[in-house]
């Protein structure tokens, strides 16, 4: 079982790193893998509860590889570090198997208590260069965190998240057969485009009270109305991890309707192929289940409607040839 676990490691070096040239290079010129080897025998320890044996090991491995693993952390197999120099990874840290972590990544901690208080790496996680990942939050399978990203709120699986705060770069959500274009990721040009989503959706709302939605609707209509605003003060609750604001505030939910014991909420994003979506969905899902007794709730993927470029082309006269 040992041999088996050292081949993998070994191979999964050779997976991701072009550099590795030989298994006998790979064996004594990667700190990395001499750092997982210490922290196997140091987490073998502090499971036995030899927790000053175990940090003893932690610490030899710390000055020979320039890599901090607490030995209580959970690595799981086939994780390669690349370029380990500072590297630090915290008591209560979880890193799933085929995770990729280069120099600098930080999985550390919010809180003084004796608690989870450290990330959730899931499978095949690319961590870049200096990301700060912190708190008991969860990086889903497949994501990857650009170099010199703090995160400090849970990421969907497979979504890319870039800056300080760390937000949701892509994907994009192409739709169906278009043709992929290289990624130029930006946040805040999407955020700008929601905001102007939103304040139309401020005018439909007021458009529609100046011609005749007021107090002279039947019962049951102001019951229904009652209901949606309390379904839409809920989803206040729910945060857009790619901006770190809530769902309403950027215009995400385009329309609530409510009938009977049924809520119909009408979601504004790219495509239902997008992480975020299935993420977004369940949370408000969540949020509007039991408002005003509803039971069932259903929940429309619409097409994001503002693209900067569409946007420019509609303000922007065209001139006639």
Same mark, same amino acid.
Do not use: A, F, R
């Given at each position: 079982m040992v041999l088996v676990r050292l081949r993998e490691?070994? %191979?999964a070096i050779f997976a991701k790193d072009p550099a590795a040239r030989s298994t006998v290079e790979v064996i004594f010129c990667y700190p990395g893998l001499h750092a997982l080897w210490f922290h196997r025998r140091a987490h073998w320890l502090w499971n036995h509860h030899l927790p000053f044996w175990a940090r003893f090991v932690s610490h030899i491995s710390r000055f020979l590889t320039g890599i901090e693993i607490h030995p209580g952390a959970k690595i799981g197999r086939r994780v390669v570090? %690349?370029? +380990?120099? +500072?590297?630090?990874?915290g008591e209560t840290a979880e890193v799933g198997n085929d995770v990729l972590i280069y120099m600098g990544v930080v999985l550390g901690g919010t809180a003084l208590e004796n608690v989870k208080r450290h990330p959730t790496i899931e499978d095949e996680v690319v961590l870049g260069s200096g990301a700060i990942v912190l708190g008991p939050i969860h990086i889903g399978k497949g994501a990857k965190v650009g170099a010199g990203s703090v995160v400090v709120r849970s990421v969907p699986p497979g979504a890319t998240v870039v800056g300080v705060p760390g937000r949701i770069a892509e994907p994009e959500c192409p739709k169906e057969d278009a043709i992929?274009?290289?990624p130029l990721p930006d946040p805040m040009l999407r955020v700008v485009s929601r905001l102007l989503d939103r304040q139309n959706q401020l005018e439909d709302r007021i458009h529609s009270l100046e011609h005749g939605?007021? +107090?002279?609707g039947s019962e049951t209509q102001k019951v229904e109305l009652a209901c949606k605003e309390s379904i839409r003060d809920a989803l206040k609750e729910v945060i857009d991890p790619e901006v770190g604001i809530d769902i309403? %505030?950027?215009g995400?939910?385009?329309d609530i309707r409510v009938h009977e014991q049924t809520a119909e909420i009408d979601m504004v994003l790219t495509s239902k192929t997008c992480p975020l979506v299935d993420h977004l969905s369940d949370q408000i899902r969540r949020k509007a289940l039991g408002v005003c007794g509803v039971t069932t709730v259903k929940i429309n993927v619409l097409d994001e409607p503002w693209n900067w470029d569409n946007f420019v082309r509609k303000k922007v006269p065209q001139k006639n040839g």
């Open positions: 490691d070994i %191979d570090i %690349d370029h +380990g120099m +500072g590297i630090v990874i992929p274009e290289p939605i007021s +107090g002279t309403i %505030d950027l995400l939910i385009k």
